[in-house]
């Protein structure tokens, strides 16, 4: 049905061919919240170790130069995947820590603008005054949104938020009357990982762009998915994180346009994000090292980069049409079971592969608890996105979501354990 | 089938049909707690019987899953005009049941003692316990305030 076959992939994951309760195959549909990694990924992790380990950017012998190498290559190859240039990419922990480095820039060169402080040539960009505006959406994960809060928390700048539709899409009409010359910065999500809708990021930056706001995408569900190139979305910040795309923990990226990076004064301090030192003040390096304080995940970003490859052999086309077509028969399947409500758009137009659904009668924990019980992992809760619970008076949701070793059976098999939850409750 | 040792019918039948539902305007002292990872809420009130205030009279309205339903309306089945005494005997059977320390004693669970199939989910054992941490707060306050109350004279 695609351009690869799903049972050759599935050998890469070691994972994958355990089993879980009492013997039952594993039926592996939580990668919205973190992907498995194929054999080749942790192969990288470990030969770093095992040939090259050594503090990066520190030290002029062989290992510590053979670190940095792989470890700057790594970046070029992450940065080659969104078509960025390498000194684009600033690495973090995660895409949390990536968001909250351009929050934390908006407080910190506040802070450092009232005290009159010498700032970097571009910096007033993210000067707030009280009243300045900060524009999210409501179907944010919380990373995209708490920090934001806490932002306006600190510097009286006022947080707005574009509605959504019943059906699960962003209210485009609201960008008119909420982005105002008051708007300073736009921040939202171009896949939801509750919902699954992909956002028109062209219209939102568009609108944000007239009235000179920063904007940045939150890109966590959409580049594990889908091909994205830095140049068409044409926004000042992508985040996103390793996990989610094969790679392993620990690493996130944020992508920010040069003359932005070289703008904006550091988040976290320390060791190699500096040029000079007195006990006096310090100068900074420029970005990438000035946002990369202390010793950097060096093997994690060797890991990313084995997953890029990966990904990249596979192919990102392919890979959004297999997850299209495993979106639409889910979709299909689980809409046609009575008493089950799909959360998010109906159909697989303008949708990532993230399905949530309500089961009438039956809590999404108990849901996914039967589907555990018969080797299907599946997300419960408010998936960090609580305010999308609240807009759709669900108290929370059952999510599936697919990736590049999930296939047809998968879906089918999420649709009987639905069923069986539905017949073990009594609820039809 | 390991599913059907947590979900005993006596757990779905509280949850199907839960005991004391209903908040009251009157209470000394009232709670609200959420399990933060999956959204399960409860408010509890707590009101000090009129001719006994030694005895806690409990109120709740809750949402959640079918685990937390049913271990609140136990829980009011248990605790409903008892003493704080046999309360936080009853919880710290509980939390030691659901930590496999302790074999359950019908004694003082009641229905309750059903609860032990969720020791084997950790990840479901906040939703068991969320309405009896509800109940220790709110009846720690509700006496905390009395007392207060008293000293005021």
Known sequence: ?????????????????????????????????????????????????????????????????????????????????????????????????????VAYTFLNTTLKSLRGATLPAGADRFVLREGDEVVVTEMEHHSNLVPWQELCAKTGAVLKWIGLTDDGRLEYSDLDH???????????????????????????????????????????????????????????????????MLGPLGIGCLWGRADLLASMTPFISGGSMIETVTMEGSTFASAPQRFEAGVPMAAQAVALSAAVDYLTAIGMDNVEAHE???????LAELSAIPGVRIIGPQTAEARGSAISFVVDGIHPHDVGQVLDNAGIAVR?????????????????????????????????????????????FGSN | MQLEQMYQEIILDHYKHPHGKGLVDNFAAQVHHVNPTCGDEITLQIRLDETDPTKLVISYQNQGCSISQASASILFDQLNDQSLTTGEQAVDHLVAMLQRVEEPNEDILGDGIALVGVAQYPARVKCALLAWMAWKDAAIQALGQEQTRESDK
């Open chain 1, 1 to 101: 049905m695609s351009g690869f076959d799903v049972a050759t992939i599935r050998q890469d994951f070691p994972i994958l061919s355990r089993t879980v309760r009492d013997a039952k195959p594993l039926i592996y549909l939580d990668s919205g919240a973190t992907s498995q990694k194929p054999n080749s990924v942790l192969d990288a992790e470990r030969s770093f170790y095992e040939t090259h380990n050594a503090a990066v950017h520190r030290g002029a012998h062989q290992l510590a130069e053979e670190a940095t190498i792989a470890f700057e290559n790594a970046r070029a190859n992450i940065a080659g995947f969104i078509k960025a240039k390498p000194n684009d990419i600033v690495f973090t922990k995660n895409a949390t820590e990536a968001i909250n480095l």
């Open chain 1, 324 to 330: 299209h077509e495993l979106t639409k028969l889910a």
């Open chain 1, 380 to 424: 419960v809760g408010h998936h960090c996105a609580w305010p999308v619970c609240r807009r759709y008076e669900v108290p929370a949701t059952t999510r599936a979501t697919f990736y590049v070793y999930n296939d047809l059976s998968d879906v089918h098999a999420l649709v009987a354990g639905v069923k069986q939850a539905q017949a073990f």
């Open chain 1, 178 to 244: 909420l982005i105002t010359d008051r708007t300073r910065v736009v921040s939202f999500t171009h896949q939801s990982n509750l919902l699954g809708t992909i956002n028109d990021v062209a219209r939102v930056r568009d609108a944000a762009r007239a009235v000179g706001a920063v904007v940045l995408l939150d890109a966590c569900q959409s580049i594990p998915h889908m091909g994205v190139d830095v140049a068409d979305l044409d926004v000042d910040f992508i985040t996103w994180s390793g996990h989610k």
